[in-house]
């Protein structure tokens, strides 16, 4: 007794017009591969107009007002776990969906998680719906791999109903699994990396072909200099070096002003402009939909917190506001935070959930300046803390 599978491929955006950089086509033929020498039926879906709408255009929106979104995240809150799930469950009467991502729900089976070789549950998967705690997400067995940050922005309904078969296995172990079933020219493949579908050209040249140029100047955080001149703050985040012609030494984005169109840099990579401690989200996504109880509670809560699926996880302090944000205060600033990227919350091995980052603390060069001047004001009165939840 198993599960009767069927293999669907997703095709999100339309590569007619993109000099045969993306590789949708190939990634078709590869999924077809794989189905037919499994013997299990294979289907097409295309979600290019919804991506468009609910991904690209959002991405060109943020960009626009000098954030850096996450398309990642919203691909999956919007297209993978909304509209394919709803044609898996509605179209093609699936019971649930199985991913590839290296992450594990409450639901797994414990057995499946720890490797183990033992005969299937007996009970239906849609007999788990009729539990009434809510599932939850957690990271898998390959911490390197996990995939949980780009599953925050889960909804609770599509969770209940997704099978994550990799949960308990690491990279390596599924690549000797491919190698034997002679998946070989799934093996060749290189890994996906950066956003799918700019794919190999560079971003700058990319995102000047949606949106309008808008130069401005290079000023030094440090003394007000004009170092140089850009094509526009959208091709723009902080934390990357920044290219100026004619300066030998690297500089580094630390800020930007759209009002002015302004990027202002500084010398060196970990520059005291670059480092924070605090940070506010929009309304935060609890995959459980409901805060844990000890936020609720207490008003605070001690967690860990990262808005990079590559930085290890840091120690916060979490507080609860009554509009549902939520206030993030590291032990130790971090490097290179920027809003419109999202702040993603863990308890142990639990992925608690997620929010977009709306709101910066002030910088540790702005209170170093502090220090130095009585009349100083304040860098952004926005950096008030909101009403704390009572």
């Known amino acids: 007794m198993g599960y009767h599978v069927t293999g669907v491929f997703m095709k999100n955006w339309d590569s007619q017009d993109e000099k045969g950089v993306c590789s949708s086509e190939r990634d078709c033929e590869d999924a077809y591969k794989v189905c037919k020498m499994l013997d299990m039926p294979f289907h097409q879906v295309s979600y290019i107009k919804e991506y468009w709408h609910e991904v690209f255009s959002n991405l060109l929106r943020e960009y626009e007002k000098g954030r850096t979104p996450n398309p990642d995240i919203m691909c999956n809150k919007h297209i993978k776990f909304k509209h394919f799930y709803q044609y898996a469950v509605n179209t093609l009467g699936a019971d649930a969906i199985a991913t590839g991502h290296y992450a594990r729900t409450s639901q797994e089976d414990e057995e499946v998680f720890q490797q183990k070789h033992v005969p299937p549950p007996r009970t239906l998967f849609r ?6 705690k809510p599932a939850r997400l957690y990271q898998g067995a390959d911490r390197v791999k996990d995939q949980t940050f780009f599953l925050s922005q889960i909804s609770q309904d599509a969770l209940r109903h997704t099978l994550f078969p990799l949960a308990g296995l690491t990279k390596d172990f599924v690549k000797k699994i491919a190698a034997e079933a002679s998946f070989q020219h799934v093996l060749k493949r290189k890994e996906s990396m950066g956003i799918c579908f700019i794919g190999e050209r560079d971003f700058e040249n990319f995102i000047l072909e949606y949106l309008e140029p808008k130069p401005g ?10 170092m140089g001149q850009h094509k526009g703050w959208f091709t723009l985040t902080l934390g990357q070096r920044a290219r100026i012609g004619g300066q030998e030494d690297p500089w580094f984005v630390v800020d930007k002003d759209i009002t002015t169109g302004d990027v202002f840099v500084g010398p060196t990579t970990n520059h005291p402009a670059l480092l924070r401690d605090t940070l506010q989200t929009d309304r ?23 808005f990079n699926n590559r930085m290890p996880l840091t120690p916060c302090t979490v507080t ?15 490097r290179a935070m920027t809003p419109g990227q999202f702040a993603v919350l863990y308890k142990g091995d639990e992925c608690l959930g997620s929010g977009k980052i709306i709101r910066l603390g002030p910088t540790k060069f702005t209170l170093q300046k502090g220090q130095n001047c009585t009349n100083c004001h304040p860098e952004d009165t926005d950096h008030q803390h909101p009403e704390p939840v009572r």
């Open 320 to 334: 609860l506001n009554l509009d549902g944000s939520v206030w993030v205060m590291m032990k130790e600033p971090l």
């Open 284 to 306: 935060f996504h609890w995959i459980a939909e409901e805060p844990p109880v000890e936020l609720v509670h207490t008003q605070m809560m001690e967690c860990h917190f990262r």
């Open 217 to 226: 100047n290079f000023v030094s955080i440090e003394d007000g200099k004009i």
């Open 127 to 132: 007999d788990r719906f009729e539990i009434r």
